[in-house]
């Protein structure tokens, strides 16, 4: 009987070696809280309406960005960081300039020399702000529309060895050097791409849920 434990034994180490299981969601390839999509009219999930009937449960679609409004032309060459990028929150402007004049004489021209410029800088300010807190979303829209492109040319260039699943149920266990932070409940999705809106949609699979036995059978003291 020993020796049939024993036999037992090798084979299951011997799967964790070749089939590991995974305990940490952070260890997959990819994934995504519902709760981390940001507020968006280009994102839909099917929580937002809670019509949880849906065999569609999650929509993203390409934002469309508009450009920062431009500065007067006499500001810029005063300006400091790229004011074109919304990743830039702050802009300033350089103090002084050197000049220099037809006979390489250098003189300093202050900001404020120029009673208008600080006019005109305050106002661009005050549009570029009113930009940025319409863009700041969008790109964070747009980080999670190319997650879901890079995901989804990968799962056709590796065909099944790659596949969507919706998590649910999340189990969290740290006992005993065993660290679990995974969803027990699993539901197979298809990621679909329609590149007319441009726009990412995840459907449900028509396959049922299932309970990860897996991940149960890697906690210490479970056998089946």
Same mark, same amino acid.
């Given at each position: ?14 799967? /964790? ?11 997959? /390839? ?14 839909? !999930? ?14 993203? =679609? ?9 500065? !007067? ?8 960081? %790229? ?10 402007? =350089? ?7 037809? %006979? %390489? ?7 404020? %020399? ?16 009113? +930009? ?5 979303? /969008? ?32 189990? /969290? +266990? ?13 539901? =197979?999705?298809?990621?679909?791409? !329609? ?28 056998? =089946?």
């Amino acid at each position: 009987m020993s020796r049939i434990h024993n036999v037992f034994r090798f084979l299951k180490e011997y799967n /964790k070696l070749h089939n590991p299981v995974i305990t940490d969601l952070a260890d997959q /390839k990819w994934s995504q809280f519902f709760s981390s999509f940001p507020p968006s009219t280009e994102v839909w !999930d099917v929580f937002t309406d809670e019509n949880l009937e849906s065999a569609e449960i999650l929509k993203v =679609r390409r934002p469309v960005s508009i450009p920062c409004p431009s500065p !007067d032309m006499s500001l810029l060459e005063w300006l400091e960081g %790229d004011w074109r990028q919304a990743e830039t929150s702050k802009i300033s402007y =350089r103090d002084a300039l050197v000049r220099v004049g037809p %006979d %390489d004489e250098e003189t300093e021209e202050n900001f404020e %020399d120029d009673p208008k410029r600080p006019i005109l800088f305050e106002r661009w300010q005050k549009k570029r702000n009113e +930009w940025l807190e319409s863009e700041l979303p /969008k790109k964070k829209v747009m980080d999670l529309y190319n997650s879901l492109y890079t995901l989804y040319a990968d799962i056709k260039r590796e065909g099944e060895a790659v596949e969507l699943i919706l998590g649910n149920a999340l189990l /969290k +266990w740290d006992y005993d050097g065993t660290y679990v932070s995974h969803p027990l409940l699993l539901r =197979r999705v298809i990621l679909d791409f !329609d590149p007319t809106k441009p726009e990412f949609t995840v459907t449900l699979d028509e396959s049922g849920t299932e309970l990860y036995t897996a991940l149960l059978r890697a906690l210490p003291g479970v056998d =089946r």
